[in-house]
């Protein structure tokens, strides 16, 4: 018989942020200036941030790709875990919120390991793809999650992650016809069993950590 499941609740979150976050003194400042200079704040958390940090330790990645960076909280969260000579490719469209990546990355000293790339992803992504990643980090505009995933699959290494972010689409991602932002639910779903069905794609699984992240392997 199946155990049941621990469902999470404020207490449980508190305990876990406080056990086990990557947040340092510093990324907390990151925050801090985000929201100062208007960004929303809409980063993973500091529990997602230290699995990320595993995985990124786990696969040795060298090559990362992120999808959707904000303020750069989850990709210098990620650099900060890496080898020197690896590299994390951001694409994000704001070029507001690119300037203010490129500052951080230089205070937290991984502007060698932070290529940020200003523009509608997709439109980026079709043009040119790094070679050999070993981490997809995808947490940009719900709707384009298959496609962004279609186009980098190929260029994943054998033994790479893909990962989404949102993956319990706030709450909402069980509801057949969902009312709460629909196309977002939608495209997380859609996100959420393409991942399941991919003929390449092995072992993928929900990680209820923050908002959900859903992930796989590629073969
Ligand atoms: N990964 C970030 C973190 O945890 O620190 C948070 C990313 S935030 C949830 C989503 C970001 O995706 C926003 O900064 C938004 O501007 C960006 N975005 C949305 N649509 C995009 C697109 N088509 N191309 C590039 N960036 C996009």
């Given at each position: 018989m199946a155990i049941i499941p621990t469902l999470?609740?404020?207490?449980?979150?508190?305990?876990?942020?406080?056990?086990?976050?990557?947040?340092?003194?510093?990324?907390?400042?990151?925050?801090?200036?985000?929201?100062?200079?208007?960004?929303?704040?809409?980063?993973?958390?500091?529990?997602?941030?230290?699995?990320?940090?595993?995985?990124?330790?786990?696969?040795?990645?060298?090559?990362?790709?992120?999808?959707?960076?904000?303020?750069?909280?989850?990709?210098?969260?990620?650099?900060?875990?890496?080898?020197?000579?690896?590299?994390?490719?951001c694409y994000e469209k704001d070029s507001q919120y690119c300037s203010f990546i490129e500052r951080q990355a230089k205070k937290f000293n991984v502007q060698d390991r932070i290529i940020v790339?200003?523009?509608?992803?997709?439109?980026?992504?079709?043009?040119?793809?790094?070679?050999?990643?070993?981490?997809?980090?995808?947490?940009?505009?719900?709707?384009?999650?298959?496609?962004?995933?279609?186009?980098?699959?190929?260029?994943l290494t054998s033994g790479g992650l893909l990962i989404g972010d949102n993956a319990l689409a706030w709450g909402y991602i069980a509801d057949v016809e969902p009312e709460f932002e629909p196309e977002n639910v939608k495209g997380i779903q859609a996100f959420n069993e393409y991942v399941k069905r991919h003929e390449f794609l092995l072992h993928p699984c929900i990680v209820p950590l923050g908002d959900g992240m859903c992930m796989a392997v590629k073969q």
């Open positions: 999470m609740n404020e207490a449980l979150s508190h305990y876990a942020e406080s056990m086990f976050s990557s947040e340092t003194p510093e990324l907390a400042q990151l925050l801090k200036e985000a929201e100062q200079a208007g960004i929303p704040p809409i980063s993973i958390g500091g529990v997602q941030g230290a699995f990320l940090q595993m995985l990124v330790q786990l696969t040795k990645a060298q090559t990362i790709v992120e999808v959707g960076s904000l303020a750069g909280y989850s990709a210098i969260t990620m650099a900060l875990a890496m080898k020197e000579g690896g590299t994390i490719h790339h200003e523009g509608d992803a997709a439109n980026l992504l079709e043009q040119e793809i790094p070679a050999k990643i070993d981490i997809v980090f995808i947490d940009a505009d719900k709707p384009s999650y298959v496609h962004y995933a279609e186009l980098l699959i190929p260029s």
